[in-house]
Each structure stands twice: as C-alpha cells, then as structure tokens.
C-alpha cells in the first residue's frame, strides 16, 4: 500500500505523508501517458459507435426504399461494427502491451486485489462516500478502489467479453477453418448455439453502456465535486489535486 | 374373472396372457395385451401407451403464436394438424379472422396429408398383415401383369417385364440372407390369404407408393417450406401471393401454382388406378375381417367435423365432412358436439398415469391438467426395469382416458364417413354404397376392421378430388382479384385482451383433434390437447368403459397367439399415433 | 450365405457403367488419399461387400425423422433400403412386432458385433428411471445404452438425438436427454434439423456405405459437409439483407417482393444446416423460399431461443421474462433515476455540508 514512487509530484512541496495543512495548494502527478489518454478516447469513440451499430443490426431501420442493387444499408452498418470492432481489438491488445511494460497505474484495470482485506476496506469507505454515509474519502492518485473495481469488471472484462464473442460472431461468417474460427469458434460452443452467442453478446453491450453511464456520472461529479482533476487529467495527463 | 363393463363389452383376464412390445409399423410406442381362452379367441385387452413428453406443461408461459411449432412436434406422421389446430384455437380466442384464401391454403395443405397419410398407411404400415412379400416370389410375373391389368387397366406399369425385374430384385434381396425390415417376419402365417401374384403385385405398388407418396407433401412444401413440419401463421398462412409484380419470383406464382395443380392431378390418378383398385382386391380375399374387430365402430362414433368451405365458419353449412355424435349405436341420430360445454369432452386419468385431485371425475381441457405420475399396479409381473405383464386394474397408460358426455367414442375416417353419411351427406353416401355393392356386402360390414380401412381409402379418394376442388377455388379467388394471405389486426400482443380462451379443432387423419388455450397477460396459462388417438387408445375410464382399441380386439380369434397377426390387423386398421396420443 | 446384392449392383441397375464405375472407383480411392493403384480394390470392396445392416432405435420423438427420410428423392429411400443398407430394425416400418421384432436387434448385435450402424430417431428421458420412455417393457434408455455398445458408430436423427428439441425444451418435465450424454465411448454423428432434409439424411449414410469411413465433422459433431454454414450465409433472400429491404409485417408490399424475413424473426442469421442450398422436396422450396422465417430447427436449445416473431430471444432473470433490450429499458430507466437522484442529492450535500469537502487525505499510490 506504499504510495506510488514512480509518479513525480509536478509541483512542490511534496505532500505530507499524512495529510494536513502542508499541501493546502494544487498539487499535480502525471498519470496517464498520451498514447493511453489517445487509446481512452478512441475506445470511448468505438464503444459509442459499436453499440450504436450493433444495435442497428439487431434492430434495424425501417426498410430502405428503392433498387436493391444500389442499396448497402445493412451491409454499411455492419462494415462499420467490423471496422470500430477490430480497432477497438488492436486498442485492446496494445493497452495490454502498455501495461506489461509500463508500471502501475497502467495495470490497475486489469486485476484487482481481491485477497487483500486492506483494498475491501478501501472499496467499502468509497461506497460510504458516494452514499453519503462518509464525511470524507481517501484519495488515490490512480483510480480509486471503487472505479478500479468497476473498470476491472465492468470494463476489461466486458469489453474482453465483447471482443470474444464478437469475434466468435465474425468466424461464423469467415468460416470454419478461418483463424477466427481457430481462434474464438469455442465461444459458440460455450453458449450452446449461434443465437444463444448472439443474444449475449447484445447483453454484453449493455453492460458496457451501464458502465460508462456511470463512468462518466462519477468522472464529472468528482470533477466538480472531488475537488480533483479527473476529466482534464484524462487530457492532459496530468492529475491535480485541488487542496 | 369375467366382468361386463358399462359400454357393455366382457373382459375376462384368466387364460394365457400374450404380450406385443413394440407394436411395430405405427407412429411411436405402444403395447398391447389380450388374455385368450383355451381356443385362442382374445377376452380381455389392455392398450398402453409407453411414452409421454410433456408438451402441455412445456407450453406453458410461451408465446401463442409460437405454440404451432411446438404442437406440431407432437408429431411428424400427422404432420401439420396439430399447427392448424393451435391457430385455430389461437385465433377463437383472440377473435382472429383469417382471409379467404387462407382458409383455401389451409384446406389444400390439409387435404394433402390426408391423402400422403392414409396412402402411407395403406401400403407401408398396414399391408404387411395382408401381404405375404416372399410368397411374391412364387408368383407368375404373366399372370401378375394379367391381374394388374385387371384390376388397374390404365395403370401403366403393369408390363410382365416390370413384375419379373420386381421379382428377381426381390429374390436377389431374400437371397442375400439380409432381410432388411422383413426380417422375423409373420411370412406364410394360414392367415396371410392374398395368392402369390396379388402378393408381387402389392409388393410393387408398396415401392411405388414409397416413391409416390414423396410428390404428394411437396404442396406442403409450396405453401409452407418444408414437409414433414411446414411452416403456419396465426391470422392466415405465411406465404404471399403475387402473380404480376415485381418479385413475384419469390411468391405464391404462376409456376408454383402449375406445379400444385400437377401434383393434384397425379394424386387423383394414384388413388383412383392403384390405392383403390388394390384395396377392393385385397379386401375381396379378406371378407371375414368385415365381421371382425367391431370394438366400438356402429356403437359410438365422433367427428369435430373439417374443411371449411368458407373461412372463419365452421359450422355445419360450412363444413364439407359435418360435426357429429354418434351413441349407443343410435346411428340416425347425429348429436350436436360443442367443443367448449363443460360436459361434453372431459378426460380422466383413474388408469392413467397422471394425477388429479379427484380421479373420479372428468375435466374439460379448459381445465385441464397434465401432472405425471408412474406407478405399476400390485399385480404387475415383473418390475418398470422389465415389465412382463401390466396390471390393468391400477394405472396402467400415459394416455388419458377422454370421453363424450361419458361416453368412449370411436374417432377416424371411418367416424368421420358414418356421420356425414348419416347426416345425409351426398358424396360420401355414394362413395360409401357402391364401394359396399362392389364388394357386395351389408353396411354393417364397415364396423370392423376391414371397414376401418376401407373407409381411410374412400377418404383419401374424396379428399384428392375436393383438393382438385379447393385449388380451383384459389386459382378463381386470385382471378377475382383477391390475393390476401393473412390478418396482420391482431398480429401484436398489445392489442389482445388481457385474459382470453379458445378451442381449435381439426380432423386429423387418424380421427377427431381438439387444442384448447389460456391466455393471460399475453402468453399461454393452460394448453390442453385432446388427440384422435388418445380417443382410441385410451385405457379404461373411472366408471371402467373401455376404449376404442381394447373393445375391437374382443372376440378375435387367432390362429397362433405367438404370432400376433390378427392383433396388428385390428390395431393397425385404426392407424396408431402413440406421440400423438401421449404428447 | 447367400449372395448380396452390392453397391455396384446398385449402381448398375442405375444405369451405371462398368466404365464409369471404375472411375468412380479411383477417385473414391484418391479422395481417400489411396494410390491409385488401389483403385481396383476399392472397386473389389463395393462389388462384393454386404449391406451394412442398420439399427434404428426411436425414443422420445414425433417420426417425423423417418417421414422426412422416406421422402429421400435421390437416392431414392427403395434404393437405400433394398441394396445400400440393410435396415435390420425400425419399429416404424418393420414387418415383425413384440418379441420377434427385438430379436432382430439381439441377433445383429452378436451377428455384427462392432460392425452396424446405430441410427437413433428421438431420445432417452432419464427422469425417473426412464419410465417416461419404455419400449419392449423396458426403459428405452437402457435398449439404447445396450445396442450402442456393440455399434461400429452412432447416428444421432434430427434435433431430438442430437440436440434435445422439444421435449427438452423448458422445463424438461421427462428429462430428455441427447444421445451423446447417453453413449460416449462411440463416435456420434448428429444430424440435427426438425427435421433433417431428407437427401441430407441419405446423402450421410451413402457417404458412410461409400467412402466406408464416417464423415468428417464440426465442433458440435455435426458433417461438415451439410452443416458447416448458416441459412442466412446461402439465403437467396440476402441480398434484400444486405439492402436493408425488409417484410416489415405478414403480407405486406415487401413480402410479397420476397424481401428479407430478418425483422419477422428469421433465424437464419444463426442456423446451421443445408436448407438454403438443398433445400426441401427435391429442391422445391424451403422455409424461407414459403415466406416465413427460419425458427432455426437444426439449432441447439431453438425452442428457447423464442419467441420465434421476434428477432431478440427472452431472457428470464428470477422468473420475469423480456428480451436484452427490454431488460435493459428497465435497467435504463432505474439508472437514470439512480444518477438524477445521487446528483441532486451531491449537489445538496455540497451546499449545505461544507466540511465533507474540506481537508481530504493525501493522495494514495494504491495497491499492487
Ligand atoms: C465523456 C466520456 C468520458 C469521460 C469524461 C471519461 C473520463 C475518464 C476519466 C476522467 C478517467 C480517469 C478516471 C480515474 O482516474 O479514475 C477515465 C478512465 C477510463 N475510462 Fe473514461 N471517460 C469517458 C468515456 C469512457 C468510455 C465510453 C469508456 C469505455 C467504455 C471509458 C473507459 C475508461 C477506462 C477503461 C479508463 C481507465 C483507463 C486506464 O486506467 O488506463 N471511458 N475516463
Ligand atoms: C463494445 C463492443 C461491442 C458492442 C457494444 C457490440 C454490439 C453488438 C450488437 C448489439 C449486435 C447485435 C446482436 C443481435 O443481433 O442481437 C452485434 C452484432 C455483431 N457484432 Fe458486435 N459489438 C461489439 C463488439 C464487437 C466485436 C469486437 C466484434 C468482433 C468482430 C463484433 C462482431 C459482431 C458481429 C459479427 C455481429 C453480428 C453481425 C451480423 O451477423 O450481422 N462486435 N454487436
Ligand atoms: N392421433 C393422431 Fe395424429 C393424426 N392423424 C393427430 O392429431 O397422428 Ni400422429
Ligand atoms: S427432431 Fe423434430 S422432427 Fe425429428 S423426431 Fe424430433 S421433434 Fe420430430
Ligand atoms: S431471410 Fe433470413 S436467412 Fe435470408 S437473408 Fe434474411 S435473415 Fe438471412
Ligand atoms: S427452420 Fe429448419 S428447415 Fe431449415 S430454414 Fe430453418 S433450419
Ligand atoms: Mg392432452
């Protein structure tokens, strides 16, 4: 639980150790590097547009009118699934790749410290803090327990979710033997059928979309509220605390 | 212990027990045992049905519009009648009017079975127990092609080099050692009648028909995809019509409908130069069996009536074959049926396996209950790991028992010919009297086994000519400009009520088919099916009346109870469908 | 024993060649990846080998497996009865009832020990006991467990062996099972479909009697031959697909264009099997091809995949039942008024409760 020593406070003083009068002032860490600040607002993008897409091909606009042969309006919207789906794949994979060579905060969303008493603990005082039932909260220089907990399984898991089944959808049309199918075709058997795959995958989206409703809730309310940078740190980088 | 039941038939259960598991050559699992006196002649029978699935407890908490596929899986030989059914029941409830030429497509689907179905019985169910195919292999081709001609004139494969090649393929196959499904066969039982020639000319008809019987369905495919299980549509017919527009390709077309006509006029001439002729020979070597195999027919007969001649009336102005009841053999007195009295149709289970909360009453399917329960009776022989002799006195079938203002009625073409007959149907009062003046024999001659099967094959001949009727009458219709298919009103679950009831009907080949749904809150409360064979089949009622089967079987005598020839005859006569009965 | 008729007997009576036959003979001897100087053997092979006898078991189903396969146009079901296969057992069209009808599976089975075929139309319940299913006076699934224990390999018919179907269908009241959880220790080939076309069904067991081998199949066990795409990935219709030209209600202008059934809740989309190709009948039509959707009858679970009208399935959590997108209507709106809510009630708080905001802890790095 030692206090993170790879991210160099910006401004000094450097803060007391235990709170209080010293770090009455704005004090700043850089948290996120730019290709990650780059990859979050693409995925944002892509999620958006997946869903958006993806709901199209489960419920479709009305009938396009006019010569069949002119007409690709299905075809388009599935295009650009496909095309947001593999990008948002590779933005996967790389921030995979980030967090392997890179240090803490980049792995924060991909475990979390399940065993440890200490980070329940944690979780617990921030439940109390959004239901009010707090006066005050820790804070965390990377994700609080409770955003990493909700990244961890809302988002990596989902999204991985998505990318499984997704792909598990997309080798039925590449064909057995494609390596699509070699690799991701076991999803189809896991869920029992095609339509079962397919039903899930639509589930999986929704839970995306709780996810980032409330992601984006509590990024603008601590914003205003947690007297912390959280939106700009997203764009800068830099995370700032206000007192 | 000899015992007369209420219907008035004597059962004694002393003698020797024979037991037939499986009946074979019929849909799904049945078991039959007689007791016969010390000169072989059955006194007692016990008809169980050994196998239930459950499909009015899955139906439960479905959508209604769905549950014409899940009903038409009660079975695949009937294929179709159980969908029809459901709409229909669907449809009464929700107030549902389908158009015209929905109704038209309905019947021409439905006609269409009726003739494949009974085809199918005739020659690869029911004639192995007339026909003895290896004493086809002594016949004369010469004098085959003589008979054939004979008795088919116009029939065009009746050349001596056709039954020879028949004969020496035959051979080849009997002489391979591997018999194939005439392995262990009854061949050369005393009762097998038929000389060697009418034998090779059956023999080859059965292939015929096997080849035959394959065009018939495709004008279910036509209208509804696929056969066996086509596809139907609650509020008209899935498929659309459109004979000049664009796309018309991928519709209900010109050529579509060439072919159904093709397909209508090849049947017809099947029925008329081959099924016909061939069961007027055979059962002019069988005439003993007009005396045998009674049971219930000429006692208690029942028809829900079908083919609507105009959509959305099914009254008796409407239908072609009329709704009726037939008791105490009382027969020039048709009752009125109505699906809905609460005292006219109920089913018990007091012998089958299933649970009431009183076992001694009947419920109508409105209040229907399905809720298994397996138990063997004290006397049972052997254990549920091998049952050697049942005990008929406890529960002993997964058929209920249903019955009409408590009577146990008989259900089938030959129900179905009886009453239109005695409601002074035309058509079928002619086909019926010269078929009995060609075989010169009395109407009384109908109610026994031969009579059953004779009646399925008039039926099969009045329905290719009415399905010629009613594909007249869609080509007319489309003339006139009326191309609608379906009733899109009530297609949304928003706009139902909120609870609703109803009853569908058909005459399914093998007899008298009811559906009866509860609808609350837009899916289905209570789905009860009441099947022709579960009429037939069924076990013995709370008061004891027997059924349809077990009464035919009484007074049989057999010539060697270990090969139960006679048993399959009757049996077979009314076309068994265990899945159906069950469900 | 007598001579059998053989395969090349058939063919020749089908008016097959000497010549064409011995070419068949090497190129089934190259697809077997055989030299060619095989060729003559495999063409010894077909002329004299016995039919292979075939046992076909029903359990819990509706025929309509047998029907569909009656109606087999080529090979014509005579041809594949009388000289491809000998069909040793079928209790729908054998001649022979009661004892002398299951005799004839004993025999075969210490006859061909290893060598028959075991076809099974329907499957075993095994809820209590299997009393739900009983044939020849005992529960079917042990007559199945019995006669797959000698077979060469099982075929699982239509979607009731291989899958389940109806009868497995919420909530199971018998417990039906699919064969492969019954018989394990044998290669299965499901051919599912409710039921499965009919050439597609003979089009298997020729393959077998022809190329002597079984066919190659998919993850789920099914020929890769037949199975191996969707409805929708050969539908004729999918051009409309792609358009976006949609039936948007029965008989309307679009259906009687024959445009896509997608929005009537055609499972296409998700079905394996060969009917857009193959179609049924000899080829004359095939669910679609009639204007109704596909309800995906050669799909596990299909019947809970419903309701079939519509394209999203249900989904039932505790008892209530609606689709993702209903689920997710109800779950919108509790969010939407969980967030207005915590939002008012933050912004209060921060008005009046001045102290909750003021000194917070330093910042953590943490954990590992
Ligand atoms: C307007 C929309 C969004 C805003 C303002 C926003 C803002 C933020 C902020 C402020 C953080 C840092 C949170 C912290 O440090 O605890 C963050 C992290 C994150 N956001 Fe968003 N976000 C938005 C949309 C999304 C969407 C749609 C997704 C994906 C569904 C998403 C996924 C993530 C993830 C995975 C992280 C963690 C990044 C990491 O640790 O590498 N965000 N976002
Ligand atoms: C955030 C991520 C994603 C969301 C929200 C999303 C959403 C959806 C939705 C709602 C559907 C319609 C399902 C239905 O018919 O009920 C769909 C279909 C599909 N998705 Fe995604 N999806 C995502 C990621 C992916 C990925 C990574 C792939 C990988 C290739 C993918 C491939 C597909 C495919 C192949 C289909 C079926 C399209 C068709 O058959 O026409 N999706 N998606
Ligand atoms: N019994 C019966 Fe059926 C008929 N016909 C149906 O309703 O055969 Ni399966
Ligand atoms: S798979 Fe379908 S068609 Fe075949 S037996 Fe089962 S329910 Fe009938
Ligand atoms: S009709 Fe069905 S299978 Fe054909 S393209 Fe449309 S969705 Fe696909
Ligand atoms: S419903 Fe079945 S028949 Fe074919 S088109 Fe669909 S798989
Ligand atoms: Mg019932």
């Keep these: 639980m030692a206090t993170d020593s790879s991210t160099v406070p910006h401004i000094a003083p450097a803060p007391d150790a235990h709170g209080g009068e010293a770090h009455r002032h704005l004090t700043s860490y850089y948290v996120y590097e730019a290709p990650v600040r780059l990859w979050h607002w693409l995925t944002a993008i892509l999620v958006f547009g997946l869903s958006v897409t993806g709901y199209l091909i489960a419920v479709p606009p009305v009938s396009a009118e006019g010569d069949t042969n002119d007409l690709f309006r299905m075809g388009t919207i599935r295009e650009l699934h496909f095309i947001a789906a593999y990008l948002l794949a590779i933005g996967m994979a790389w921030r995979g790749y980030w967090a392997i060579v890179h240090g803490q905060h980049a792995r924060q969303i991909y475990y979390v410290p399940f065993w440890s008493l200490e980070w329940w603990k944690e979780v617990w005082g921030m439940v109390r803090w959004y239901l009010f039932l707090a006066k005050k909260h820790e804070r965390w220089v990377g994700h609080n327990p409770l955003a990493r907990a909700s990244m961890f399984g809302m988002f990596t898991l989902g999204s991985t979710f998505m990318v499984l089944t997704g792909f598990g959808l997309y080798a039925e049309q590449a064909g057995l033997g494609s390596w699509q199918d070699t690799l991701f075709g076991w999803t189809l058997s896991l869920f029992g059928s095609s339509m079962a795959l397919r039903t899930w995958h639509h589930v999986g989206m929704y839970l995306l979309l709780l996810f980032s409703a409330a992601h984006i809730y509590a990024a603008v309310r601590d914003d205003i509220m947690g007297r912390v940078s959280t939106i700009s740190s997203m764009i800068s980088g830099w995370r700032t605390f206000r007192d | ?459 099969a ?112 006569s009314f076309d068994p469908c265990l899945a159906c009965a069950a469900h | 024993m007598a001579r059998v008729e053989t395969f090349y007997e058939l063919l020749r009576r089908q008016g097959v060649s000497r010549r064409s036959f011995t070419k068949f003979c090497s190129l089934t001897a190259a697809s077997l990846g055989l030299a060619p100087a095989l060729a003559p053997k495999v063409a010894h092979a077909m002329e004299t080998k016995p039919r292979i006898p075939v046992l076909w078991l029903h359990g819990l189903e509706c025929t309509c497996c047998s029907e569909s396969f009656i109606r087999s146009a080529h090979p014509l079901v005579k041809d594949v009865v009388l000289s491809m296969i000998s069909l040793d057992y079928d209790d729908t069209i054998m001649a022979a009832a009661g004892h002398q009808a299951e005799k004839c599976l004993e025999d075969i089975r210490t006859e061909y020990k290893g060598k028959y075929l075991l076809c099974v139309e329907g499957n075993p319940p095994i809820g209590k006991d299997g009393e739900y299913c009983i044939v020849g006076g005992r529960p079917f699934v042990d007559q199945l467990t019995d006669m797959a224990k000698d077979a060469m390999a099982v075929v699982s018919w239509g979607s009731c062996a291989s899958w389940g179907c109806v009868q497995a269908a919420k909530p199971n009241p018998t417990h039906a ?74 008989d309307d202008e679009n259906a009687r264009k024959g445009y896509c059934l997608y929005k009537m809740g055609c499972r296409g989309p998700t079905t394996y099997n060969a009917c857009s190709v193959t179609r049924w009948n000899e080829g004359v039509s095939f669910p679609i091809q009639s204007g109704h959707g596909c309800i995906g009858c050669s799909e596990n679970d299909f019947w809970d995949n419903g309701p079939f009208y519509e394209r999203l399935t249900n989904i039932s959590v505790f008892g209530a039942e609606a689709n993702a997108d209903q689920w997710a209507a109800r779950v919108g709106v509790g969010v939407g008024v969980g967030v207005a809510a915590h939002a008012a009630v933050s912004a209060a708080v921060r008005m009046t409760d001045k102290e909750r905001h003021k000194s917070p802890p330093m910042p953590k790095g943490g954990h590992e």
């Design chain 2, 461 to 572: 001949l009045w329905s290719a000519k009415q399905l010629k009727a009613f594909n007249d009458k869609l080509i007319a219709s489309i003339k006139a400009g009326d191309t609608a298919t379906a009733n899109t009103e009530k297609w949304d679950p928003k706009s139902w009520p909120k609870a609703a009831q109803g009853a569908g009907f058909m005459e399914a080949p093998r007899g008298a088919l009811g559906h009866w749904i509860k609808i609350e809150d837009t899916k289905i409360a209570n789905y009860q099916a009441v099947v022709p064979t579960t009429w037939n089949a069924s076990p013995r009622d709370a008061a004891g009346k027997i059924g349809a089967y077990e009464a035919s079987l009484l007074d049989t005598p057999m010539a060697n109870p270990e090969q139960p020839l006679e048993i399959l005859r009757t049996i077979h």
């Design chain 3, 177 to 250: 099972v699919p064969v492969h959880e019954i018989v394990k220790d044998k290669p299965v080939i499901k051919v599912p479909g409710c039921p499965p076309i009919a050439e597609v069904m003979t089009g298997v067991v020729s393959y077998i009697v022809t190329f002597d081998r079984l066919p190659e199949l998919d993850r789920q066990g099914r020929p890769k031959m037949f199975y191996s795409q969707r409805i929708h990935d050969k539908c004729y219709r999918r051009p409309h697909f792609d358009a976006g030209q949609f039936v948007e209600a029965w």
């Design chain 2, 1 to 459: 212990m000899s015992t007369t039941t209420p219907n008035g038939f004597n059962l004694d259960n002393a003698g020797k027990r024979v037991v037939v598991d499986p009946i074979t050559r019929i849909e799904g699992h049945l078991r039959i045992e007689v007791n016969v006196d010390d000169k072989n002649v059955i006194r007692n029978a016990v008809s169980t049905g050994t196998m239930w699935r459950g499909l009015e407890t899955i139906l439960k908490g479905r959508d209604p519009r769905d549950a014409w596929a899940f009903t038409q899986r009660i079975c695949g030989v009937c294929t179709g009648v159980h969908a029809l059914a459901s709409v229909r029941c669907v449809e009464d409830a929700l107030g549902i009017k389908i158009p015209e030429n929905a109704n038209t497509i309905r019947n021409i689907m439905s006609l269409a079975l009726y003739v494949q179905d009974h085809l199918v019985h005739f020659y690869h169910l029911h004639a192995l127990d007339w026909v003895d195919v290896v004493s086809g292999l002594k016949a004369d081709p010469k004098a085959t092609s003589d008979l054939a001609q004979t008795v088919s004139p116009s029939w065009p494969k009746s050349s001596v080099g056709y039954f020879r090649d028949l004969q020496n393929r035959l051979k080849k196959f009997v002489e391979s050692g591997q018999l194939g499904p005439f392995r262990n066969g009854y061949w050369g039982h005393p009762a097998y009648k038929l000389p060697p020639e009418a034998n090779l000319m059956a023999t080859a008809h059965y292939l015929e028909a096997l080849d035959f019987q394959k065009e018939i369905v495709k004008i279910q495919t036509i209208f509804g995809g696929k056969n066996p299980h086509p596809n139907w549509l609650v509020g008209g017919v899935p498929c659309p019509i459109n004979l000049n527009d664009t796309g018309g390709i991928g519709a209900i077309n010109m050529e579509r409908l060439n072919l159904v006509s093709s397909i209508v006029d090849q049947s017809l001439a099947f029925i008329e130069q081959v099924y016909i002729p061939d069961l007027v020979a055979v059962a002019g070597f069988y005439k003993d069996w007009a005396a045998i195999g009674g049971g219930l027919a000429g006692k208690s007969f029942l028809s829900y009536g079908e083919f609507p001649q105009f959509a959305n009336d099914q009254s008796n102005k409407s239908l072609l074959l009329p709704r009726g009841a037939i008791i105490d053999g009382k027969l020039t007195e048709v009752l009125d049926v109505d699906l809905k009295a609460p005292d006219q149709i109920q089913e018990f289970v007091t012998h089958s396996w299933y649970s009431y909360s009183d076992e001694t009453k009947g419920l109508h399917p409105f209040d229907g209950v399905t809720e298994p329960k397996f138990a063997l009776g004290p006397n049972t022989k052997g254990d549920r790991k091998k049952l050697e002799a049942i005990d008929e006195n406890a529960k002993y079938s997964w058929v209920k028992s249903p019955r009409w203002k408590g009577h146990a009625m008989e259900v089938g073409p030959l129900a179905r010919f009886v009453v239109a007959y005695m409601s002074g149907r035309q058509d079928v009062k002619d086909l019926v009297d010269s078929t009995l003046k060609t075989l010169d024999v009395p109407i009384t001659a109908l109610f026994s086994t031969l009579g059953r099967t004779a009646a399925r094959g008039l039926e």
